[in-house]
């Protein structure tokens, strides 16, 4: 069916209703048909009986009944009945076939959020399982998003993977609730367009993505573009209809002669072409700097064949047919995408010397190619009639798995988004590497031996010590290539090095390393904090009794008296609140007493390095190390200096490891109301691409987060690249880890940290 603007696309919605047309894959022809409840509900119940004739819908006409009096009087932007929105969700999640619990839940999902009807109505009514769903789409209906806060998109992000963990059906009906707002996103302000065009672009698209649903993730891209960049969409449908009938007949003309020379083969397949969804082509004119013309898939014909024999045999008639485009094939049935993606990939050269695509695949791998993981939640008969669902579907969320380790492993919103993203990232090219067994594995492009042994193991990443590469030995940090044979070479003595994570790119190398560093940082807080309170005790004549210490676990929220430990030399909990809940009759001393409420401010003009701080005894100097240079947001400690005063330093201060047999030299100092009026001295590590304009484009990058280049030392420098150390005036953690984030977004940055 040709659209109104003159591309021929596949439909998410393939109507059962003669009056329900699509145009554009996303808006409706004549609103007026969709305005009737009775229409839309009889489309889905037609939906459903399609792929499942015997299923029981009694449930499904239970939901829009009460949905649809619980929304009664309710309208939307549009002007239209509010129960309209929730069928067409029903209606996209019974396109992707899913089973009837998801249905309901997804004509259910907004009456506990918008209207009276409570989470227990619903469980009494329809059971636990669609009160589960319900739930999980209500919470994350609640989510809010801003592109410009990476705090509260990280946390977002966070909750809507546990949702997933908890049942993958939320997220699906959280994609097709989001479909149908994107289909009629034109009702609402350009303002709130463009925040749910970037929403939909950075979150839900990837996720559609990942978990293999190109059904909905193709429309999703899209409509995003097309509300996001009105004037690229337009111009791109504008360039693509130009010479709209002679490619429609180009596409036409591959797809009979390739019909024609399937029948002679005696392979049965069915062809069909098409050009390819507007989101794709305009990332591929923006990566590779094409224009529509020069794209070289912009048509793609599909064959879809019977089994896997019929792919390979198909391949060879065509490229007898057509002439190949070099480098241009790809095997995705031998090396599947992890999200479950099998298909024949090759360009050809038609006689005409237009460039197009050819995919080939069984019939199940198109569905598992448009439904992705949805496509298991179907239907299926078994002996006593009930619906099942493959256990084996689990390894297929391997990604999701792994991406929730790192949610255990991170307390750090912005460093466990900059992984995810990095995770989703759509446009990355994959590499496939081989195990001397044979065994494939999928990685990002720019990979390194250490990522390889990652994805084998963690155990084998944690012990990898060198790798041989197609029989010879390299380095760890040598970039893999496709077809590389990799061996990993490990020994019990290995542990992760601190110096991996400049060069490793999956998200589980980097999850493990600083894994393994916080660990061994808790193992340093350990010993720090119990050498604290053990002399801290003897300093002040008291006897220190773990049996005594342990009693005050519940106090300080702590599990263990190594959590406590930890936590003490961490300076998340001083010495003094232990030995004060230890002993509550003791009474300390008035010095003590006065430096312990000690407050730091920095003067808003300083003619010296001293800095006065409140309710100091008067005379006594203040100064910042220069080892560690601490900012407001560090949990800081004030050490006595002979002759100097007090050095305040960051509890992070390696520096302070030669202080931690003298207890009585430490003294409990924060920050005052008054210290991010001022400027702070932080300091970073970079290493960046050793070529014309780096260094302008740091300074820019930097710049542009309102903050200043102080210093700037450059230690080591190579062919390709150069490690500096930049010192910059920050506000404070919040502002220096936004800097940071930018550095680490640009292409010309390969490692940023804070030193």
Not at 75 to 96: D, N
Not at 122 to 141: H, M, N, S, W, Y
Not at 165 to 173: E, M, P, S, T
Not at 312 to 332: C, N, Q, S, W
Request: include cysteine; glycine fraction near 6%.
């Amino acid at each position: 069916m040709a659209d109104d603007i003159g591309i021929q696309q596949e439909m998410l919605i393939e109507p059962t209703h003669k009056k329900l047309e699509i145009v554009d894959g996303h808006a409706v022809k004549d609103v007026e048909d969709y305005q009737n409840p009775e229409l839309l509900y009889k489309s889905l119940i037609e939906r459903v009986r399609k792929y499942h004739p015997s299923a029981d819908v009694s449930m499904i006409e239970k939901a829009y009944h009460i949905a649809r009096d619980a929304h009664k009087g309710q309208t939307r932007k549009s002007g239209e009945e509010y129960i309209i929105h929730p069928l067409w969700v029903g209606i996209i999640l019974a396109q992707l076939e899913m089973d009837k619990e998801t249905i309901v839940a997804g004509i259910l999902h907004d009456v506990v959020e918008d209207t009276v009807m409570t989470d227990e109505e619903i469980r009494q009514e329809f059971g636990d399982e669609v009160a589960l769903l319900v739930d999980g789409v209500t919470k994350l209906g609640q989510l809010s998003y801003s592109a410009d806060k990476l705090e509260v998109q990280a946390e977002n992000l966070r909750k809507m993977f546990l949702a997933m963990a908890k049942d993958i059906r939320v997220i699906i009906i959280k994609l097709a609730d989001r479909l149908h707002n994107m289909r009629t996103l034109q009702y609402m302000r350009p303002e709130k367009q463009l925040e749910k065009a970037k929403e939909t672009m950075d979150i839900y698209a990837p996720i559609a993505q990942r978990l293999g649903i190109s059904k909905i993730k193709t429309e999703l891209d899209d409509l995003a573009l097309k509300y996001s960049q009105p004037e690229v969409f337009n111009d791109l449908v504008k360039q693509i209809n130009a010479r709209k009938t002679e490619r429609e007949e180009f596409v036409q003309q591959i797809v009979d002669e390739v019909s024609t020379h399937m029948k002679n083969a005696n392979i049965d397949a069915e062809v069909n072409g098409r050009v390819k969804h507007f989101f794709s082509i305009y990332k591929k004119m923006v990566n590779q700097d094409k224009t529509v013309d020069q794209i070289y898939d912009l048509f793609a014909v599909r064959i879809i064949v019977d089994s896997v024999k019929d792919c390979y045999a198909a391949l060879g008639v065509i490229h007898e047919m057509y002439t190949p485009v070099p480098g241009r094939f790809k095997d995705y049935i031998a090396m599947p995408k992890a999200n479950m993606y099998q298909s024949l990939h090759t360009t050809l050269m038609s006689s005409i010397g237009q460039p197009f695509e050819i995919q080939i695949r069984t019939k199940e791998m198109h569905k598992t190619a448009e439904y992705g993981i949805a496509a298991h939640w179907k239907y299926k008969e078994s002996e006593d009639g009930k619906k099942s669902v493959e256990a084996k579907e689990e390894e297929k969320l391997s990604w999701l798995r792994q991406i929730l380790e790192w949610q255990r492993d991170m307390s750090d919103n912005r460093e466990f988004l900059n992984l995810l993203k990095g995770d989703l990232d759509l446009f990355a090219e994959d590499v496939y590497c081989f195990t001397p067994n044979g065994d494939v594995k999928n990685l990002p492009n720019g990979s390194t031996p250490v990522d390889f042994a990652y994805a084998v193991h963690s155990s084998v990443g944690d012990k990898c010590v060198g790798a041989k590469i197609n029989g010879e030995i390299k380095p760890l940090r040598s970039v893999l290539q496709n077809g590389d044979q990799v061996e990993v070479l490990t020994s019990k003595a290995q542990h992760p090095s601190t110096e991996w994570e400049r060069f490793v790119v999956t998200g589980k190398a980097k999850a493990a390393i600083r894994r393994y560093v916080r660990a061994c940082k808790r193992e340093q807080f350990l010993s720090l904090g119990k050498d604290i309170l053990e002399k801290l005790f003897k300093q002040e004549n008291l006897e220190f009794n773990e049996k005594a210490v342990y009693a005050t676990l519940p106090h300080f929220e702590s599990e263990s008296l190594e959590d406590l430990y930890a936590k003490v030399g961490e300076g998340l909990v001083t010495g003094w609140d232990v030995l004060r809940t230890v002993y509550p009759a003791y009474k300390q001393s008035k010095i003590t007493q006065v430096v312990n409420s000690i407050k730091l401010s920095k003067p808003k003009k300083k003619k010296s390095g001293a800095l006065k701080i409140e309710g100091l005894i008067t005379g006594m100097a203040v100064h910042f190390a220069g080892c560690c240079h601490p900012i407001p947001g560090d949990r800081i400690v004030g050490i006595v200096t002979t002759g100097k005063g007090v050095a305040v330093h960051s509890l992070a201060c390696k520096a302070l490891e030669k202080y931690a047999d003298e207890p009585e030299r430490w003294l409990d100092i924060s920050w005052g109301s008054d210290a991010e009026t001022e400027n702070h001295t932080a300091r970073i590590k970079v290493m960046i691409s050793n070529e014309p304009g780096t260094l302008g484009e740091l300074s820019n990058l930097i710049a542009r987060q309102n903050a200043n280049i102080t210093n700037l030392n450059i230690l080591y420098r190579t062919i390709s690249y150069f490690e500096i150390l930049v010192d910059v005036d920050v506000k404070n953690t919040g502002h220096l880890n936004d800097i940071i984030a930018a550095l680490r977004a640009s292409k010309v940055v390969s490692f940023v940290a804070r030193v």
